[in-house]
């Protein structure tokens, strides 16, 4: 059984600086591995997303230059997203979410790609 665990977020002023973690039972080299947020009664949206290999991100426009997706180089079982320059409109519950990849370069930016699914974190930006 595969699981995921969530930590680091929390309630910061705009133009702060979190980072949150995705622990996985198993070593992510082989999986791709994604970000997603979620604002009530709205879908859940990819805002970052690394292949296999850790060679290839991508980012939504909406976070692009201000978030970057990472992975712990030691254990390489550790997923992470750092986020500069918080903004109110950031605020929505994140989620961290992997499947395995089928070649070591690719990568997902849709919902129903990702197998395993982190428990949530909440990230509250005020003004």
């Known amino acids: 059984q595969i699981h995921l665990i969530q930590s680091g977020g929390g309630s910061v002023q705009a133009g702060a600086s979190l980072t949150l973690a995705c622990v996985a039972s198993i070593h992510l080299s082989s999986h791709v591995t994604g970000w997603f947020r979620q604002a009530p009664g709205e879908k859940r949206e990819c805002v970052a997303t690394?292949?296999?290999?850790?060679?290839?991100?991508?980012y939504s426009d909406s976070v692009k230059g201000r978030f970057t997706i990472s992975r712990d180089r030691d254990n390489a079982n550790t997923l992470y997203l750092q986020m500069n320059s918080l903004t109110p409109e950031d605020t929505p519950l994140y989620y961290c979410?992997?499947?395995?990849?089928?070649?070591?370069?690719?990568?997902?930016?849709?919902?129903?790609?990702?197998?395993?699914w982190g428990q949530g974190t909440q990230v509250t930006v005020s003004s």
């Open positions: 979410a992997i499947v395995r990849a089928l070649s070591p370069d690719n990568f997902y930016i849709t919902e129903g790609s990702y197998a395993y």
């Open positions: 690394m292949s296999a290999s850790g060679l290839t991100t991508r």
